[in-house]
C-alpha cells in the first residue's frame, strides 16, 4: 500500500514539472495553529485531543497552477490519564507531494494537496515518577486545502487544513488515529 502511495505521490510531481520545469518558482512557508486527534478516550480521567501544529513548508510552483512540496509537520501532544499514569502522544511527519494552487483573482488563491507522510509517533508514559518512551513510524497519504490571501507580490497570507493518519504500535497491536491539523502563516515566493 505505501508503495502505491508514494509512487501516486511521484507520478503526480512529474505531471506538475513536466509542463514548466524549465522555470520553477520556489517558495517557502511558516504555519503555526492547533491539531485535533481522533484518539477514544473511554475510560480515561482526563483527555486532552488538542496540540499546537506549526508547519513548514519548501515547494517550487511550476506556473501552470502545480507545485511539488516538500513539509514538516510537527503535529504536538495530545494527552491523558488514568489511573494515576499520564499518557502522551507526540506526532511529526515528513511529507512529499503536489500542490494545486488556482488563483481565484489577483489577492486570492487556493491550494489542494496530495502526497506522502511519513510519520512518526511517540508515546510517553509516566507514573509516580517512573517514565518510559517508544517510537512507532508508518507511512500513509495526507490531503489538505487551504486559502491564501496576497500582501505583496511575493508575500502571502495562508489557512490551511490538513489531514492524515498516525499509528501507535506494531503488528496485531497497531492502532492508527487521524490527526487534523488547522494552521495559519506566511508564504514568501522568491
Do not use: H
Not at 62 to 80: C, I, K, T, W
Not at 117 to 143: E, L, M, P, R
Not at 152 to 166: G, N, P, S, W, Y
Request: charged fraction near 15%; hydrophobic fraction near 45%.
Amino acid at each position: 500500500m505505501s508503495r502505491k502511495i508514494i509512487a501516486a505521490a511521484l507520478a503526480l510531481a512529474s505531471f506538475a514539472a513536466a509542463p514548466a520545469f524549465a522555470a520553477p518558482a520556489p517558495y517557502v512557508s511558516l504555519a503555526v495553529g492547533g491539531s485535533d486527534a481522533d484518539m477514544d478516550c473511554t475510560g480515561a480521567d482526563t483527555c486532552n485531543k488538542d496540540a499546537l501544529a506549526v508547519k513548514v513548508i519548501g515547494g517550487y510552483d511550476f506556473g501552470n497552477q502545480f507545485a511539488v512540496e516538500g513539509m514538516y509537520v510537527s503535529l504536538g501532544e495530545p494527552d491523558g490519564s488514568v489511573d494515576g499514569i499520564k499518557v502522551g502522544i507526540q506526532s511529526s511527519y515528513w511529507g512529499l507531494g503536489g500542490a494545486f494552487r488556482p488563483a481565484f483573482n489577483q489577492e486570492w488563491s487556493g491550494v489542494f494537496r496530495l502526497g506522502v507522510a511519513f510519520t512518526t509517533s511517540k508515546v510517553n508514559a509516566s507514573f509516580n515518577g517512573a517514565s518510559g518512551s517508544q517510537s512507532f513510524d508508518s507511512t500513509n497519504a495526507y490531503v489538505g486545502a487551504g486559502v491564501a490571501y496576497a500582501l505583496t507580490k511575493d508575500i502571502k497570507v495562508e489557512a490551511d487544513l490538513d489531514t492524515t493518519r498516525v499509528s501507535v504500535g506494531d503488528g496485531a497491536d497497531k492502532s492508527d488515529a487521524r490527526v487534523i491539523d488547522y494552521t495559519i502563516g506566511l508564504t514568501y515566493s522568491f
